[in-house]
């Protein structure tokens, strides 16, 4: 885990110039793909993954060690061999795993944050999950297992290769010619997170598309048909937390409302959005008809809201890459208390931005507890020790949540309302 937040450290600040990049010439050439709220809710959710990920939080059940003690029956010796080998079996595991998560109920909660963004753009690639609870991909790589690659091999590609995969969330290039053949593109890519009955389910490869066109899922991007983004059940919501549980809880509500005791069961196992006749028939759910006249979610916004979201998700960066970079000194214990902190603070001010009156409750819950903390210990798990006044700016910045929180709450939600029944 410490090796991954160390990995961490660097690909944050490449993501984010990539990021702010893409932000500064769809502002140039006029044809801007990023929203401030939408945005802020796609770095957030990014956030909440890499903490999760890098305090190993989940069941494992199963691991590669285990399985390359256990099954290997050869060993590779070359070693360009040993790395060919390993990324094609983590890309041909990747195609298989994204796969099952788009046609099985119980797995597409797991993958449905990172399509439930309505725009397509590098943030929406910060996307990911933090309902994976359970740690299945292993039993993906058993062809490489078989074939005795090295543990630490797979340590070091699987990240590169996930990585990797943000560079083509993009409506900014067009098609790469002979490399669409070979590689995932944006091109490829935008099919594959449209909701247009042609693109459902299409391209489901990471690096190389080779696997979607031998499995029979590939589908070029159609000039006559303009990709549209989202889930056909929307979100509508900016909070990432709750939209990793939502496919979840639906399940859990289907399952206990059917009164077919087989239905009850394979729920779980039948393709993605399958529903219990009867439960279908009593609680029907909006989808979405006509991905072309559908209506985005959005809330009432002011400049100063867009601002304070904005410095929300920037604080909230630099509090976890300083956790990140002092992961070994703050330990396990601190560490999930300070994650605590950081999954607390992006569930109360994407609530804000969701303009949720109970936002302020956990704004000010969550302020009083880290200012009790730095009253306790001294201290910002160990900030001071960069500098002396380190402690102080972010009980400073507590004070701040917790005003703001106020305010967006009972003062401009009440003058929003006002102006908007004038």
């Known amino acids: ?70 099954l290997a029956i050869a060993e590779i010796r070359a070693t360009w061999g040993v790395w060919l080998t390993a990324f094609l079996a983590i890309d041909f595991a990747g195609y298989w795993n994204h796969r099952l998560s788009h046609h099985v109920n119980f797995f597409w909660n797991q993958h449905v944050i990172h399509h ?49 995969q943000f560079w083509y969330h993009t409506r900014h290039i067009g098609r790469m010619g002979w490399l669409e053949y070979i590689i995932v593109t944006p091109s490829q890519h935008r099919v594959h997170h449209a909701i247009n009955p042609e693109y459902i389910d299409k391209n489901l490869g990471q690096i190389l598309c080779v696997w ?35 496919h979840l809880w639906r399940l859990m509500l289907d399952a206990w409302r059917t009164r077919s005791l087989k239905d009850k069961f394979r729920i779980w196992f039948m393709p993605t959005g399958w529903r219990p006749a009867d439960v279908r028939e009593r609680y029907p759910v909006n989808t979405i008809d006509d991905v072309y006249a559908f209506k985005r979610y959005e809330t009432p916004a002011s400049p100063w809201l867009k601002g304070y979201a904005i410095f929300q998700m920037v604080s909230t960066l630099a509090l976890t890459l300083f956790m990140f970079y002092n992961y070994t000194e703050i330990g396990f214990e601190g560490l999930l208390v300070f994650g605590a902190f950081v999954f607390l603070g992006i569930f109360g001010y994407t609530s804000l931005m969701d303009r949720h009156k109970f936002a302020f409750l956990i704004e000010l819950f969550r302020s009083a507890a880290g200012l009790a903390l730095i009253g306790i210990t001294g201290d910002w798990f160990g900030l001071d ?34 102006t908007m029944a004038i």
């Open 1 to 70: 885990m410490e090796t991954y937040a160390n990995a961490l450290l660097y690909a944050i600040p490449i993501f984010i110039i990539l990021l702010l990049i893409e932000i500064l010439y769809g502002h140039f050439v006029k044809d801007q793909q990023h929203k401030v709220m939408d945005t802020v809710s796609s770095i957030s959710s990014g956030l909440t993954n890499i903490v999760k990920d890098s305090l190993g939080l989940g069941v494992i059940l199963v691991s590669y060690p285990f399985l390359l003690e256990n």
């Open 116 to 164: 439930s963004s309505e725009e397509f753009n590098l943030a929406c690639a910060l996307r990911q999950s933090i309902s994976n609870l359970l740690g299945y991909f292993p039993l993906f790589l058993i062809p490489a297992a078989l074939l005795g690659v090295p543990a630490e091999v797979i340590a070091v590609i699987a990240p590169i290769h996930l990585f990797a």
């Open 212 to 246: 979607d066109r031998w499995f029979g899922t590939f589908q070029e991007e159609l000039e006559d048909v303009p990709p549209q983004y989202g889930v056909l059940k929307p979100a509508h919501t900016w909070n990432p937390i709750l939209i990793n549980f939502q």
């Open 385 to 418: 020790a960069y500098g002396s006044y380190g402690s102080t700016v972010v009980g400073l910045y507590f004070g701040i949540t917790a005003l703001a929180g106020f305010y967006f709450t009972f003062v401009e939600r009440s003058e929003t309302k006002r």
